[in-house]
């Protein structure tokens, strides 16, 4: 019987439900790369925004009042149900012990390599390790999509893009815009509503089939350009403000 090796790169919640489904095979040598010093992937919360202790980016978009936009049922992997105690929209801390609960109960920490950062894959070519089979796991919400926005350095305020958000205190007093509605931009402007004086969503769809809280002003309106102290948006509509997300 024909051995293989194969190699996951992440230990995030995709690469813990690859290590389970292969483990089952007893032909698969595994090796599993995880960059941090634990498991979990996105879930791992940091306070950090930048670099984490090696200088590496961080490319988390996890912040500190973040819950799931899917019930739990539509997250757990097959076999294992999440607690009955965990709410339907479980928060990040949930979701980490999810993961790790699931990691330890298939026995499949032994096959992690943490700290280990993966900079290429390519066929048999002077290489370090050689693998059968190569399955990547790293996540789909690490690289930022910014924006090309006119003047934004004439901008004399704050502008940060979701994946360096962490905390609404830092929007305490102050009118914010942020740019986008989808999934992101609703659950950061309902988070930060409780700190900011006003918070204008700024989209290009359609007007929003939703209550929203009393001081987020909603604008069906992309950003066109920025001024020292304001947003110009494609309606040529003015609001004045002092940080962008």
């Known amino acids: ?27 698969f040598l595994l090796t599993c790369f995880e960059r ?7 879930w791992v919360y940091t306070d950090q925004t930048e670099n984490d ?27 294992f149900p999440m607690d009955e105690e965990c709410p339907s929209f479980p928060t990040h801390t949930d979701v980490l012990a999810y993961i790790r609960k699931v990691a330890d109960q298939c026995d499949i920490r032994k096959y992690i390599k943490f700290n280990t950062e993966v900079q290429l894959v390519k066929p048999n070519d002077n290489h370090v390790e050689e ?3 190569v399955i990547v796991c790293n996540g789909n919400c690490s690289i930022p999509n910014y924006p090309m926005i006119d003047n934004e350095k004439e901008f004399g305020g704050l502008v940060i893009h979701s994946i360096r958000y962490r905390r609404p205190e830092l929007f305490a007093g102050l009118n914010v815009a942020v740019l986008g509605a989808s999934h992101s931009g609703m659950d950061i402007s309902h988070d930060i509503s409780k700190h900011a004086k006003t918070v ?9 089939p939703t209550l929203l809280p009393a001081n ?16 110009i948006l494609d309606d040529n509509d003015v609001i004045q403000i002092d940080a962008v997300i």
């Open 200 to 208: 204008y969503l700024c989209h290009r769809g359609s007007k929003l």
């Open 36 to 42: 941090n010093c634990d498991l979990g992937g996105l």
């Open 53 to 79: 202790v090696y200088g590496r980016k961080i490319n988390s978009a996890m912040y500190s009042n973040l819950q799931t936009n899917l019930p739990k049922q539509l997250m757990q992997l097959e076999g």
């Open 216 to 231: 987020v002003i909603e604008k069906t309106s992309g950003f066109k350009r920025f001024t020292s102290s304001s947003i």
């Open 1 to 27: 019987m024909d051995e293989k090796k194969i190699a996951v790169i992440g230990a995030g919640i995709m690469g813990i439900s690859a290590l389970r489904r292969l483990s089952e095979n007893k032909r």
């Open 131 to 133: 693998f059968d089979a």
